[in-house]
C-alpha cells in the first residue's frame, strides 16, 4: 500500500472521538412525507418475523404509510457520467464520513425491486410475479409498493440507481458469486474488499473504523493487520453472564489479559488477538448503544428484532448517531432473497423490512443533524432471472445498486436493463463492473486510492454533487 | 514463533477425543491410557440409543400446532447425543455430513421432516456414502430447503440441480450451466406429500403424510444431455452420473480430510484416497476416516488446535465436562441460546453450511461463549485448576495463560476463564 495515505495523522482512539454534530449543508430527509415515515417505522409490531415469509401476513399488516401519494415526484435524473479528474472534496470531513453497506443476501430481484414498469417484455416475462403496482419514480421504472420511504428519498434527490452492475463471465453460483463481490479481486483471495481498506488505514490500532452489524464478521471486511469487530444485539458486546460471575469487569479484565506470548501456532495467536481486541471493544461499544437498547425496551422492541434488516439498519444508525462515527458499516447475512419459491410474500417482506429499516435510518440521522454523514450502498451477489419459474425466480446476473445520502446526487447511472438482449441462460448483460462503484466509494467517500486496495482502476461514477 | 513441539501424550489423547468426537469428554480421555487406546474408543461403532417420540402429525393443524416444539424436540435428541454417545465418530461424522447437505429449520420448519433427514444421516453417517447421497437426494427435508419439490417440467427450478452439483458432488468448475439446466430438467416431477392447508387431506394417498413422492405427470420426459452424456436422465440418474465423477470423490475426501485433521491436505494423496473411496472401498466411509487418521499429519503437533472450536462443540464439551452441574434435559432453551448465537443444529445459514475457521473468530460469537454457560450451576469454590482444566480436555497451556488462570480469584471464574480461553477456543 501507499505509504502517503491521505488519511493524515492516525484516527484518535474510539475514547475520544468527538461526537459534537455539524449542522448539514443537505438534509438526508425531505420535509415531504417526514411524519408518515416516522409513523411507519415507529410501529415494530408490524414487521413481519424473520424466517415466516406467510404472504399474507407480510402484506396485509397495518399501520404503514400508504404506497405512492407523497414523494413519489421524479427528480431531474442527472447525464450518466464517469468522472474523469479528481473532484472538489466533498464538505463533509472524512473523519466524519460512514459507508453502510447493505447486502441483500441470496440475490435479490432486481427487476421486481426496481420495476420496469414501462418495459411490456417485463410483464410477458413475468405474467404471474410482476409488480403492477409500482411507485413510479420517472415514467420508465418504478419502486416496490413496498419501499415508500425509499421513493421518498429518490424524490429529495438523494438516491443514486446505478443500474446494469454485474461481474465477468457469471457464475450463477450464489457462493462464487458473492466470493467475488467479497474479495473485489477477479481471483480467489483470502481478504476482502473492505479489508483491504482498513490494512492500509488504521488497521489494528482503532478496532472501530469498520463494523459489521450482523452474528458473524463479513468476508468482505477480512484483512491481514485488522480484525473487524461484530455486532449482533443492541448490548453491543456485553454477553449476559450466569448469575454466578458477579463481577463483570473482573472477568472482562481478566479475559482480556490472555496473551499470544509464547504459543506456537500461527491460528492461536489469532484466537488470542480476537479475544483482546472483543474485550477492548466491548465496553466502548455497550457505552455507545446504550441509548438504543433504553429506546428498544421503551418501545417493546424484542432483541430478536434486531436480526432484521429493520433492526440491523436501526443498529447501524445508532453507531453513528452515538458518535463512534465508524468509517464503513457493513450490514450482513440477515436476509434470505434467494427467491425460487413463494417470490411474492418473501420478496415483499424483505423489501418492507428494508424500507421500514431506511425509515430508522434517514429519521435518526436527521434527528441528529447527520444526514450527509452517511452513504448507504446496497450490494448483492446476482440479480435474479428475468422470467420466471412457478412462483419464483432462478439465479441470474446483472443487478443495479442503490447510493443513498445526503450527499449523493439523486438520479439514475449505469445503463437501463435490456430485456430484448437477454443471454443463452435468459440473463441480463451488464454495463458497469462492480469495482466502479466500490472505488466510487474508496475514492470519494473514503478518500483513499481504489486502485491500491482492488488491485486495478476502475472508473469512478459521478454521484457526489 | 518457533517451530511446533511435539504435545504430551495426554493433549495427543484429548486431541483424538475433540477431533474424533464432538466433545473434548473428560471420561474417554481418563479411560484412555495412550493414544492408541483413544484412538480405538473414539472409533468405537456402539448401537444406536432409541431415536425421540417424533410422530407424523396427521394434518396441517396438527403440524402448525406442533412444528416448532417438535424442531426443538429433534434438536436437542440430537445434543443429548453428542454429549452421551459411546461412538464419538458417529458425532463427528453426523454432523459433518450434516454440514455438507446442510438444510435449515428456519425453511424446513417441521420437527418430524428434520427427524426423518436426521435418521439418514445417522444411519449412514459411518456406513456408505453413495447410499447416503441416493437417499438424502430424495429425501423430503432436502427437497424443500432446495425447492427440489417445486422443479416441474414447466417450470424449471434450478436450485436443487445446481446445489447438487456444486455443493454435495462435482464442485463449481467441474460442471456448466448447461449441466445445471439438464439436471434440474432431470430431477423434475418430485413433490412432497403436503396435507391440504384447507381440507388437511394429503396431496397422494400412495405414500405417507410428508413423505416425498414421484409425479410423473410433472417430469420432462425428453433426452437430457448432462456431463456429456445423453438420455432421459431422471434424479436417480444424475446422483450415478455424479457419482461416477472422479471430482466428486476427491471433493468429499478433501473436505472430511480437512475436517478431521484440519490442514489443507497434498493433492496427490486426494487423487489416490479418492481413487481408493469410489473403488476398492466402494465409498464405505470408515476405511476413508481410518486412513485418513492414520496419516502422520493427523497427530502431527500443526494439526494440533489448528481448527477454531465452534460454539457447539464448546457446549457439548460443558455438559460433558461437568455432568453434575449442567444438565441439557433441564434446560431445553439450551438449543435456542446456541440459535441466537449463531450456531446450532438444523441452523446453516446458508446451503454451504456452517461457517468455520475466521468466520467463528467474530468478537460477537467469542463473547458469547460466556452464555454458553448459562446451563451450569455455580462451580465449587474449592475447584482448582487440577480440578477444571482436565475436565475441559486441556493438559498444555501457554504460561500466560497458565499464569492467568492460576490467579483467577474465584473458582467461578476460573471455569469461565478456562472455558474462555485461547486454548480452549481451538480444537
Known amino acids: ?465 | 514463533m518457533g517451530s511446533r513441539q511435539v504435545a504430551s501424550e495426554r493433549e495427543q489423547v484429548s486431541h483424538i477425543a475433540r477431533r474424533l468426537g464432538m466433545g473434548a469428554n473428560p471420561d474417554l480421555i481418563a479411560e484412555a491410557p495412550d493414544v492408541g487406546a483413544a484412538m480405538q474408543l473414539a472409533l468405537t461403532l456402539a448401537d444406536e440409543a432409541p431415536g425421540p417420540d417424533v410422530r407424523m402429525p396427521p394434518t396441517w393443524d396438527a403440524a402448525y400446532e406442533n412444528g416448532y416444539a417438535t424442531v426443538q424436540k429433534v434438536g436437542l435428541w440430537w445434543m443429548q447425543q453428542m454429549v452421551e454417545s459411546r461412538s464419538p465418530i458417529r458425532e463427528r461424522l453426523t454432523w459433518f455430513w450434516h454440514d455438507h447437505f446442510a438444510i435449515s429449520e428456519e425453511k424446513v420448519d417441521a420437527g418430524w421432516v428434520l427427524w426423518n433427514h436426521l435418521s439418514i444421516l445417522r444411519k449412514h453417517s459411518t456406513g456408505n456414502f453413495a447410499d447416503l447421497l441416493r437417499e438424502i437426494a430424495r429425501d423430503s427435508g432436502f427437497l424443500w430447503y432446495l425447492d427440489g419439490h417445486f422443479n416441474t417440467k414447466d417450470n424449471n427450478n434450478e436450485n436443487f440441480g445446481r446445489e447438487l452439483l456444486e455443493l454435495h458432488t462435482l464442485g463449481i468448475g467441474n460442471y456448466t450451466q448447461d449441466d445445471v439446466v439438464a439436471a434440474a430438467r432431470a430431477c423434475t416431477g418430485w413433490a412432497i406429500n403436503y396435507p391440504h392447508p384447507d381440507t388437511g387431506i394429503f396431496e397422494s394417498n400412495d405414500v405417507a403424510g410428508w413423505a416425498p413422492y414421484f409425479n410423473s405427470e410433472n417430469h420432462d420426459e425428453q433426452v437430457k444431455n448432462f456431463l456429456g452424456q445423453r438420455g432421459n436422465w431422471t434424479l436417480d440418474d444424475i446422483v450415478e452420473i455424479c457419482l461416477d465423477q472422479p471430482a466428486t470423490a476427491q471433493r468429499v475426501v478433501a473436505k472430511l480430510y480437512r475436517e478431521l485433521i484440519g490442514l489443507e491436505p497434498a493433492e496427490d494423496l486426494i487423487v489416490s484416497l479418492a481413487s481408493s473411496f469410489s473403488g476398492e472401498w466402494g465409498w464405505e466411509i470408515m476405511p476413508l476416516v481410518t486412513t485418513i487418521v492414520g496419516q502422520p499429519a493427523f497427530v502431527s503437533p500443526e494439526s494440533q488446535r489448528a481448527k477454531v472450536r465452534s460454539p457447539l462443540e464448546k457446549a457439548v464439551s460443558l455438559f460433558q465436562a461437568f455432568p453434575d452441574h449442567a444438565s441439557l434435559t433441564q434446560w431445553p432453551d439450551y438449543w435456542w441460546t446456541l440459535a441466537d448465537i449463531g450456531y446450532y443444529p438444523f441452523g446453516p445459514p446458508n446451503p454451504a453450511g456452517y461457517g468455520r475457521q475466521r468466520q467463528l473468530l467474530g468478537p460477537n460469537m467469542l463473547i458469547r461463549t460466556f452464555e454458553l454457560l448459562w446451563p451450569m450451576q455455580e462451580p465449587d469454590p474449592t475447584w482448582t485448576v487440577e480440578d477444571v482444566l482436565p475436565r475441559l480436555g486441556l493438559f498444555e497451556l501457554s504460561s500466560a495463560s497458565s499464569d492467568l488462570l492460576s490467579s483467577a480469584p474465584t473458582a467461578a471464574e476460573l471455569v469461565a476463564l478456562a472455558f474462555a480461553s485461547p486454548e480452549f477456543a481451538a480444537v
Open chain 1, 1 to 465: 500500500m501507499t505509504t502517503e495515505t491521505p488519511f493524515g495523522p492516525p484516527a484518535p482512539p474510539p475514547s475520544n472521538r468527538s461526537s459534537r454534530l455539524r449542522v448539514s449543508r443537505r438534509t438526508f430527509l425531505s420535509g415531504v412525507g417526514a411524519a408518515l415515515a416516522l409513523s411507519a417505522c415507529s410501529n415494530g409490531s408490524g414487521e413481519p418475523e424473520a424466517g415466516s415469509f406467510d404472504a399474507a401476513s407480510s402484506t396485509s399488516t397495518t399501520g404503514r404509510s400508504p404506497v405512492g401519494g407523497a414523494g413519489t415526484e421524479a427528480s431531474e435524473p442527472p447525464p450518466t457520467s464517469i468522472a474523469e479528474e479528481p473532484l472538489e472534496a466533498l464538505s463533509v470531513p472524512l473523519d466524519q464520513r460512514t459507508l453502510v453497506v447493505v447486502e441483500l443476501g441470496g440475490g435479490n430481484d432486481i427487476l421486481n425491486t426496481v420495476v420496469p414498469h414501462s418495459d411490456g417484455r417485463y410483464f410477458d416475462l413475468r405474467p404471474d410475479l410482476a409488480i403492477t403496482d409500482s411507485i413510479d419514480l420517472d415514467g420508465e421504472i418504478g419502486l416496490h409498493p413496498e419501499l415508500p420511504i425509499l421513493a421518498e428519498l429518490w424524490a429529495a434527490g438523494n438516491v443514486a440507481l446505478v443500474e446494469g452492475v454485474g461481474i465477468e463471465k457469471p457464475s450463477l453460483s450464489h457462493f462464487d458469486s458473492m466470493r467475488r463481490w467479497h474479495d473485489g479481486t477477479d481471483s480467489p483471495n483470502d481478504t476482502g474488499w473492505l479489508g483491504r481498506y482498513l490494512d492500509a488505514t488504521t488497521g489494528f490500532d482503532d478496532l472501530l473504523t469498520g463494523l459489521t452489524v450482523g452474528v458473524k464478521p463479513t468476508p468482505a471486511m477480512a484483512g491481514t493487520e485488522s480484525y473487524v469487530i461484530n455486532v449482533a444485539t443492541a448490548r453491543g458486546l456485553a454477553a449476559e453472564l450466569p448469575d454466578w460471575l458477579t463481577d463483570r469487569n473482573r472477568l472482562i479484565d481478566s479475559w482480556s489479559r490472555f496473551a499470544p506470548a509464547d504459543m506456537q501456532a500461527a491460528d492461536m495467536n489469532l484466537v488470542e488477538r480476537a479475544i483482546s481486541k472483543t474485550a477492548a471493544a466491548d465496553t466502548v461499544l455497550t457505552d455507545n448503544l446504550a441509548p438504543l437498547l433504553a429506546s428498544m425496551e421503551a418501545d417493546g422492541t424484542m432483541q430478536s428484532d434486531v436480526k432484521s434488516t429493520t433492526g440491523q439498519l436501526r443498529l447501524a444508525a445508532e453507531l453513528i448517531v452515538s458518535g463512534l462515527a465508524p468509517r464503513v458499516i457493513y450490514v450482513h447475512g440477515m436476509t434470505d432473497l434467494d427467491t425460487h419459491s413463494n417470490q411474492r410474500g418473501t420478496h415483499g417482506a424483505m423489501m418492507y423490512e428494508l424500507n421500514a429499516g431506511l425509515g430508522y435510518f434517514r429519521d435518526a440521522l436527521a434527528a441528529a443533524g447527520m444526514s450527509d454523514r452517511a452513504v448507504i450502498m446496497t450490494t448483492s451477489e446476482f440479480g435474479r432471472r428475468p422470467a420466471e419459474a412457478g412462483n419464483g425466480t432462478d439465479h441470474g446476473t446483472a443487478s443495479s445498486q442503490l447510493l443513498i445520502g445526503g450527499l449523493i446526487e439523486g438520479g439514475r447511472y449505469g445503463e437501463p436493463h435490456n430485456l430484448k438482449k437477454l443471454d443463452a441462460n435468459g440473463n441480463l448483460g451488464h454495463s458497469v463492473d462492480f469495482r466502479s462503484v466500490y472505488a466510487t466509494m474508496l475514492d470519494r467517500w473514503l478518500e483513499v486510492d481504489s486502485g491500491e486496495i482492488l488491485g486495478k482502476n476502475y472508473a469512478t461514477l459521478r454521484v457526489f454533487a
